[in-house]
């Protein structure tokens, strides 16, 4: 069985596959293909007293603003919750696993 860590860091800071996922929109903004894009910036109400806080909010260049989640892991309340999300919202929502170094890096990328 797997263990992991259960805390959460403060709100606005970055843990380190955030981290990662930024500098891979920055490379996206130098190359045009994203405009702009928000740690953090916009909370997405599911039900009563559930909510699910969007990683990044990210500004395309075709004008699409997609709702971007990255993980080193998927635990089944993320899964559940960005599923939601995107039945309820009209953004195009993207989640993206973290690769390990072993297996080449880079991102697995799937959209809801």
Do not use: S
Request: charged share 30%; hydrophobic share 40%; proline share 1%.
């Amino acid at each position: 069985m797997k263990h992991y860590a259960l805390g959460r860091l403060k709100t606005g800071q970055m843990n380190k596959t955030e981290i990662a996922y930024a500098e891979r929109l920055e490379f996206l903004k130098r190359t045009g293909e994203v405009l702009w894009y928000r740690f953090e910036g916009i909370k997405l109400r599911l039900a009563d007293n559930t909510f699910l806080t969007i990683d990044f909010a990210v500004l395309t260049r075709a004008g699409l603003l997609e709702m971007h989640e990255c993980k080193g892991y998927w635990m089944d309340d993320a899964k559940v919750k960005i599923k939601v999300a995107a039945d309820q919202y009209p953004f195009r929502f993207i989640a993206a696993k973290k690769q390990a170094q072993k297996n080449g890096g880079g991102w697995d990328i799937e959209e809801f």
